[in-house]
């Protein structure tokens, strides 16, 4: 089945710094790869999405980025900001017999100092 | 995109029971999808819960311990029987909004005593 790694697991940046978070998927079949910030005592939050026929996608401060070739993939967040420190995860969404699932990424603790 | 109710948000349950968790979804969606979160952890896929068919689970996972009822195209339970404290977690339901990415519950933190 798939398998979703993602490095690194803590990242701490100065505020307006960026931050770059990687990801590697072991299913050369998925398709699909969402990133998701994870606030305190919250739920996951979808953040930005990328799809297999796409090399990259920008929204505002946040881009990623996708090397089908390489299986792997990034999260870049540029000028950041205290409120970006979260969890985030990377996921992959590889295609079951009948339907899509997710499977996620141990994830990254960022800290932004301000 | 969808929204999704979990009830309880949380739960402190003695060893041995069991605890039903209910997903409700504003529309009606294909398949709902069960997580558990344990501390610190990332999510892991319990299973996936399609109407109308049995439920299918991930590697680790079995229907006896958690049983999945998905009885419309917007409800679905996860059952935790005969918990353990390793059992404590959060678990979160999931669906794909069909364009809008994959959205959670609210989660359920389950403390087992």
């Known amino acids: 089945g798939e398998n979703v790694e993602q490095h690194p697991s803590t990242l701490s940046v100065q505020e307006g710094d960026s931050a770059v978070i990687k990801c590697t998927y072991s299913d050369s079949a998925s398709n699909y790869f969402p990133w998701y910030k994870q606030e305190l005592g919250k739920r996951p939050q979808l953040i930005i999405d990328i799809r297999s026929n796409v090399g990259e996608k920008k929204d505002q401060r946040i881009a990623v980025t996708l090397n089908k070739t390489a299986k792997h993939f990034s999260l870049h967040i540029t000028e950041t900001q205290p409120e970006d420190s979260a969890v985030y995860f990377c996921?992959?969404?590889?295609?079951?017999?009948?339907?899509?699932?997710?499977?996620f990424g141990p994830g990254t603790s960022l800290s932004v100092i301000p | 995109s969808a929204v999704i109710s979990q009830k309880p948000s949380r739960d402190i349950c003695q060893r041995g029971t069991s605890l039903t968790i209910q997903c409700q979804v504003d529309?009606?969606?294909?398949?709902m999808f069960w997580y558990r979160q344990q501390p610190g952890q990332s999510l892991t896929l319990i299973a996936t819960?399609?109407?109308?068919?049995?439920?299918?689970?991930e590697s680790g996972f079995v229907i006896d311990k958690f049983p999945i009822s998905r009885p419309n195209l917007t409800f679905s339970t996860l059952t935790v029987s005969n918990m353990s404290p390793e059992d404590s977690s959060i678990y979160l339901c999931?669906?794909?909004?069909?364009?809008?990415?994959?959205?959670f519950g609210s989660g359920t933190r389950l403390t087992v005593v």
């Open positions: 529309s009606q969606v294909t398949m």
């Open positions: 819960a399609n109407q109308g068919s049995e439920a299918t689970y």
């Open positions: 999931s669906v794909d909004t069909g364009g809008y990415g994959y959205t």
């Open positions: 996921a992959a969404s590889t295609k079951g017999a009948s339907y899509d699932k997710v499977i």
